[in-house]
């Protein structure tokens, strides 16, 4: 059977035989159920798709979903990524991890990702903690926040993942929650479309450590982006960043540029016309800087 005679793939073809072990009522519970609904929606063959990840909570969902897929070590989804899709560039490359595996031990590998604009899809899901090691502060973690390792108080400011994103050089930059699963599934859908880097940040609320709480503030704060948001424009995007009173959704930030796998592409060609290089002389004259 050809693959275009295979039956259409439901979400339930995506879920592998593997139980998640995260906490009742953790919020990447509806990131899993929402990829595997967006995977269905695109219609991705799973012997095509590969889903890699770092460490922490949500770094465990490559396991939990029926596709090729590498668990890695702390903050080098993104590398992995990145070799995966220069080596095999038909295939669709999708980064997972948490806000301490991509954006603490990871933000240099997120930085040179993004400003790449490498062909992948990269969804954080962000709960404002370090879940897995139970309960330390993280980058996103509200300044004063008491935590494990602040008892008096984070004396840190946090950070705004798609503001980094934003300002690193990703072509597509949104922001979902993990309560609001039809608009997530839209997301997901459209960073995997995206030609370029695509960053996605999931709110993900950790009963355990942040409290139920964090879920119905984030429930009350949520808001879509306006209608006539101009997605094309880099400060128009980064005012919904930083926000305090208001949790804003949607696509912040959308152009299109050529991806890095399109840049290396043109490399290839351009050493191609240059013909065999056959001696050391050879090598040397083209290496050398054109002034």
Request: charged share 20%; with cysteine; proline share 5%.
């Amino acid at each position: 059977m050809s693959e275009q005679q295979l039956p259409a793939f439901q979400p339930a073809d995506y879920k592998s035989d593997l139980k998640p072990v995260w906490c009742a009522g953790c919020g990447d519970f509806g990131a899993l159920a929402a990829l595997h609904r967006a995977m269905a929606k695109l219609q991705l063959l799973p012997w095509n798709t590969v889903v890699v990840s770092g460490i922490g909570c949500s770094s465990r969902l490559p396991g939990y979903v029926s596709t090729y897929g590498f668990n890695g070590v702390h903050g080098r989804a993104l590398t992995l990524a990145t070799g995966m899709k220069v080596a095999r560039p038909e295939l669709t490359v999708i980064a997972v991890g948490g806000d301490g595996d991509g954006i603490a031990i990871g933000g240099n590998h997120f930085l040179h990702t993004a400003r790449r604009n490498l062909d992948v899809a990269y969804f954080i899901m962000d709960n404002e903690i370090y879940g897995l090691t139970k309960g330390q502060v993280a980058p996103t973690t509200p300044a004063g926040e008491k935590t494990k390792s602040t008892y008096w108080g984070n004396p840190e400011p946090s950070v705004d993942p798609c503001e980094l994103a934003i300002s690193f050089g990703a072509t597509w930059v949104g922001r979902g929650f993990s309560g609001d699963p039809k608009s997530l599934v839209e997301l997901m859908t459209r960073a995997i479309e995206h030609h370029g880097f695509a960053f996605l940040n999931i709110l993900s609320p950790c009963v355990t450590w942040r409290g139920d709480d964090q879920f119905k503030t984030l429930k009350a704060k949520q808001r879509s982006l306006p209608d006539d948001h101009d997605r094309g424009d880099r400060a128009a995007a980064l005012k919904y960043t930083r926000e305090a009173e208001f949790l804003t959704t949607g696509v912040l930030y959308e152009v299109e540029e050529p991806s890095f796998i399109d840049r290396l592409e043109q490399v290839r060609v351009r050493a191609r016309e240059a013909g065999a290089i056959t001696t050391v002389a050879e090598i040397l004259e083209g290496l050398a800087p054109a002034f």
